[in-house]
C-alpha cells in the first residue's frame, strides 16, 4: 500500500526580505503559505498539496539550460541528488549571506540527497558585486570556489562597506587564507579574465525576470523567497519532501474499519501540552477512519504545526513540515451538518475541489482557534467546503 510517486512541487515565488534587481517587479506575498504565525487572516486553510503557480520565467534560447545543471555551473553534493536546488545569488547582498550557512548545512548533512549549483546574479546596485563573483571564479580555477564562496558570505559586513582599492586588498589576503596561488589569482582579476562570464550571468538572469536574490529553483520550481521559507528546518523539509515523504506515502486511501456505533477519542501531543479531541464518527466516517489509519501508521509522528494563526486556525498533518504534502492519496469531503462556529473544531484542510469534481482531503487537518464562518459553505447542512470531524474536549 506505500506509494513511491515523486509528487510535483509548485510554489510562488515571495519577494519579501530579498535583494532586489533594479528591473524587477514589485512582489506581493502569499500568506496562505505562510509557515509561521501571519498578521493577516486569510479566508481559508493552505490548501493541502497546492497552491497557486509559480511565475513563468522570461524567455531564454534554451530554457533548459537554464532549468537543469549545466558543465559550467559551480556545484556541490550527488550529481544524481534527488533534490537539485539552483541558486541565484549576489555575494554582497545581505540575505545571500544569511541564506547560505542553511544550504551550505543542508549539503553537508545529506551529501547523497542534495545538490546545490551556484549562478551569479551580481545586482548592479552593489558595487562590489561583480568582483567577488571574479574573484569566486578564480578561486574556483584553482579547485577552492566553494571556500572562497563561503569566506566572502561569512566576511560580508568586513568588506561590503570598503572601497574598491581595499577590497582588492582584502581578496589578496583571502586568497592567502585559501592557500591560493595568489600571483595568478591577482593576474585573473587584473585581466578580467572572469569579468565577461560574470557579466553574462547578470544578463541571462534579467533576461530570465528572475526578481531578485537569493533565488532558488528546488527540481526546477521557484522556491519562495521570504527567509522564513530559508530557515534551516525549512530547507530540511525540501529533503523530507522529495526523499523522505514519497516513502511513507500510500497507493490509495484506507479501508473502512471504524465502527459509526463506537466513541473515539485522540491526544495529540505537543510540546505545549496535549490537546484531547473527541471524533466525530457518526457525522464524518470517512475522515475519521483516516485520521484513525494515519495515525496508526506513525504518519502524525513528531509532525510540526506548520502554520498557526492567531484568532484563526493552527494547521498540521504534513511530515515534511512544509504545508505542501500529503498522504499519497485525496478522499471527497463529508457534509457533517456542523458549521464553523466556535473555537476547537477539527477539520481536514484541503486544495478544493480535484479535476474530477470531488474534494482533496488527505492528511492535513486544523484547529479552529475562534468562530471562522467564513470556511463554511453556503449551506453547511447540504455541502462542506471543509469537513469537520470531531473537536477539543480538553486541552
Given at each position: 500500500?506505500?506509494?513511491?510517486l515523486?509528487?510535483?512541487?509548485?510554489?510562488?515565488?515571495?519577494?519579501?526580505?530579498?535583494?532586489?534587481?533594479?528591473?524587477?517587479?514589485?512582489?506581493?506575498?502569499?500568506?496562505?503559505?505562510?509557515?509561521?504565525?501571519?498578521?493577516?487572516?486569510?479566508?481559508?486553510?493552505?490548501?493541502?498539496?497546492?497552491v497557486?503557480?509559480?511565475?513563468?520565467?522570461?524567455?531564454?534560447?534554451?530554457?533548459?539550460?537554464?532549468?537543469?545543471?549545466?558543465?559550467?555551473?559551480w556545484?556541490i553534493?550527488?550529481?544524481?541528488?534527488?533534490?537539485?536546488?539552483?541558486?541565484?545569488?549576489?555575494?554582497?547582498?545581505?540575505?545571500?549571506?544569511?541564506?547560505?550557512?542553511?544550504?551550505?548545512?543542508?549539503?553537508?548533512e545529506?551529501?547523497?540527497?542534495?545538490?546545490?549549483?551556484?549562478?551569479?546574479?551580481?545586482?548592479?546596485?552593489?558595487?562590489?558585486?561583480?568582483?567577488?563573483?571574479?574573484?569566486?571564479?578564480?578561486?574556483?580555477?584553482?579547485g577552492?570556489?566553494?571556500?572562497?564562496?563561503?569566506?566572502?558570505?561569512?566576511?560580508?559586513?568586513?568588506?561590503?562597506?570598503?572601497?574598491?582599492?581595499e577590497?582588492?586588498?582584502?581578496?589578496?589576503?583571502?586568497?592567502?587564507?585559501?592557500?591560493?596561488?595568489?600571483?595568478q589569482?591577482?593576474?585573473?582579476?587584473?585581466?578580467?579574465?572572469?569579468?565577461?562570464?560574470?557579466?553574462?550571468?547578470?544578463?541571462?538572469?534579467?533576461?530570465?525576470?528572475?526578481?531578485?536574490?537569493?533565488?532558488?529553483?528546488?527540481?526546477?520550481?521557484?522556491?519562495?523567497?521570504?527567509?522564513?521559507?530559508?530557515?534551516?528546518?525549512?530547507?530540511?523539509?525540501?529533503?523530507?519532501?522529495?526523499?523522505?515523504?514519497?516513502?511513507?506515502?500510500?497507493?490509495?486511501?484506507?479501508?473502512?474499519?471504524?465502527?459509526?456505533?463506537?466513541?473515539?477519542?485522540?491526544?495529540?501531543?505537543?510540546?505545549?501540552?496535549?490537546?484531547?479531541?473527541?471524533?466525530?464518527?457518526?457525522?464524518?466516517?470517512?475522515?475519521?477512519?483516516?485520521?484513525?489509519?494515519?495515525?496508526?501508521?506513525?504518519?502524525?509522528?513528531?509532525?510540526?504545526?506548520?502554520?498557526?494563526?492567531?484568532?484563526?486556525?493552527?494547521?498540521?498533518?504534513?511530515?515534511?513540515?512544509l504545508?505542501?504534502?500529503?498522504?499519497?492519496?485525496?478522499f471527497?469531503?463529508?457534509?457533517?451538518?456542523?458549521?464553523?462556529?466556535?473555537?476547537?473544531?477539527?477539520?481536514?484542510?484541503?486544495?478544493?475541489?480535484?479535476?474530477?469534481?470531488?474534494?482533496?482531503?488527505?492528511?492535513?487537518?486544523?484547529?479552529?482557534?475562534?468562530?471562522?464562518?467564513?470556511?463554511?459553505?453556503?449551506?453547511?447542512?447540504?455541502?462542506?467546503?471543509?469537513?469537520?470531524?470531531?473537536?477539543?474536549?480538553?486541552?
Open positions: 500500500m506505500r506509494h513511491h515523486l509528487p510535483a512541487l509548485v510554489l510562488t515565488a515571495m519577494l519579501i526580505a530579498a535583494c532586489t534587481s533594479a528591473s524587477a517587479p514589485a512582489g506581493t506575498t502569499d500568506p496562505a503559505a505562510a509557515p509561521t504565525t501571519a498578521p493577516v487572516q486569510p479566508a481559508a486553510p493552505t490548501p493541502a498539496a497546492t497557486p503557480p509559480a511565475p513563468t520565467l522570461g524567455p531564454t534560447p534554451d530554457i533548459q539550460k537554464v532549468l537543469n545543471p549545466q558543465p559550467e555551473d556545484s553534493g550527488a550529481e544524481d541528488a534527488a533534490v537539485t536546488i539552483i541558486e541565484w545569488s549576489d555575494f554582497q547582498c545581505p540575505f545571500c549571506a544569511q541564506a547560505a550557512p542553511g544550504l551550505r548545512r543542508l549539503v553537508a545529506y551529501p547523497d540527497d542534495v545538490r546545490l549549483i551556484y549562478r551569479h546574479f551580481p545586482l548592479p546596485s552593489h558595487d562590489k558585486s561583480q568582483i567577488t563573483a571574479q574573484a569566486a571564479d578564480a578561486a574556483g580555477a584553482q577552492k570556489f566553494w571556500e572562497m564562496n563561503e569566506l566572502l558570505f561569512e566576511k560580508q559586513a568586513e568588506w561590503s562597506a570598503q572601497s574598491t582599492t577590497i582588492r586588498a582584502t581578496l589578496r589576503a583571502y586568497a592567502e587564507q585559501l592557500g591560493l596561488d595568489v600571483a589569482f591577482e593576474a585573473d582579476l587584473d585581466s578580467g579574465k572572469y569579468a565577461a562570464k560574470v557579466a553574462a550571468a547578470l544578463d541571462q538572469a534579467q533576461q530570465l525576470g528572475i526578481p531578485g536574490t537569493p533565488f532558488l529553483l528546488v527540481n526546477q520550481q521557484p522556491w519562495p523567497q521570504d527567509l522564513s521559507y530559508l530557515s534551516y528546518n525549512n530547507l530540511q523539509g525540501i529533503v523530507k519532501f522529495f526523499v523522505e515523504l514519497p516513502k511513507m506515502q500510500f497507493d490509495a486511501a484506507p479501508e473502512m474499519t471504524v465502527g459509526t456505533a463506537k466513541s473515539y477519542t485522540a491526544t495529540i501531543k505537543t510540546d505545549k501540552g496535549d490537546v484531547v479531541v473527541k471524533l466525530f464518527v457518526d457525522k464524518a466516517p470517512v475522515a475519521v477512519n483516516n485520521f484513525i489509519f494515519l495515525a496508526r501508521e506513525g504518519w502524525y509522528d513528531n509532525v510540526p504545526f506548520h502554520r498557526v494563526i492567531e484568532g484563526f486556525v493552527a494547521q498540521a498533518g504534513d511530515p515534511s513540515g504545508g505542501f504534502g500529503g498522504p499519497g492519496y485525496t471527497d469531503n463529508e457534509v457533517s451538518g456542523l458549521s464553523f462556529d466556535k473555537a476547537g473544531l477539527l477539520a481536514m484542510a484541503n486544495a478544493g475541489l480535484g479535476p474530477d469534481g470531488k474534494g482533496t482531503n488527505g492528511s492535513q487537518f486544523f484547529i479552529t482557534l475562534a468562530p471562522t464562518p467564513q470556511l463554511d459553505a453556503g449551506d453547511p447542512k447540504t455541502e462542506a467546503n471543509y469537513t469537520i470531524f470531531g473537536e477539543v474536549i480538553e486541552g
